[in-house]
Structure formats: structure tokens, C-alpha cells
Nanobody, 125 residues
């Protein structure tokens, strides 16, 4: 089991930027995909972006393409999400997750096993 701790959430005005980070408690090998997800109040959790650990393949939800960038710092095993041009509708609890994938990484919640506790992002208009 991988334990994950998110950081970097906060409040920002629309148009601004935030960078989320996720620190795993152990080395995450290439059999894993790591992802960012978000959950709006009263809604189901949804995928935002995913990346093959130690690789370059990424996947993004249409709603964040061109604004968010997922990356992995291989030296520190940290997963990052750079969020630019934030909108009020990006306000949500953001979660980091990890799962073993044998094919292309997806952003489907059910395919990720290990989850962090979440970090709140609030964008004011």
C-alpha cells in the first residue's frame, strides 16, 4: 500500500495559479500510474490528470487541458499538478492517487487503489 500526502492547496482569485504536490511514502515504480482527482460538494470524485510513474505518458480531463500540467519529480518521487488560469468552477477538494496499470494510464477513479486525504482548492471570481 502506498501512503500519499497532498499539499499546496489554498485560495486564489480567478485567473491565478496554484501548484499541488503529493508525496508518497515509498518509491513508486513504473508499473504505477499516479493521478490527480477532484470532488465537488455533493458530487462524485472525478479524474483530472494522470501520469505513468517514471514515464512521460499523461492523460487529462477535457475541462483542464491546456491549463493544468501533471508532472513527477523523479528525484523526490513527488507528484505535482500545476494549475494555471484557474476558474471558480475549479473549486474542489483535490486528491492524489496511485494504482498499478498494465496499459495506458486512465483517470478513472475505480482503477486507483491508494489515495491521499485531499487538499482544498478555492477559486474566487
Amino acid at each position: 500500500e502506498v501512503q500519499l500526502v497532498e499539499s499546496g492547496g489554498g485560495s486564489v482569485q480567478a485567473g491565478g495559479s496554484l501548484r499541488l504536490s503529493c508525496q508518497p511514502n515509498k518509491y513508486i515504480g513504473s508499473s504505477y500510474c499516479m493521478g490527480w482527482f477532484r470532488q465537488f460538494p455533493g458530487k462524485e470524485r472525478e479524474g483530472v490528470a494522470a501520469i505513468r510513474s517514471r514515464g512521460m505518458n499523461t492523460s487529462y480531463a477535457d475541462s483542464v487541458k491546456g491549463r493544468f500540467t501533471i508532472s513527477q519529480d523523479n528525484a523526490e518521487d513527488t507528484l505535482n499538478l500545476q494549475m494555471n488560469s484557474l476558474k471558480a468552477e475549479d473549486t474542489a477538494m483535490y486528491y492524489c492517487a496511485a494504482g498499478i496499470f498494465y496499459g495506458r494510464c486512465s483517470t478513472l477513479v475505480r482503477e486507483f487503489r491508494d489515495w491521499g486525504q485531499g487538499t482544498q482548492v478555492t477559486v474566487s471570481s
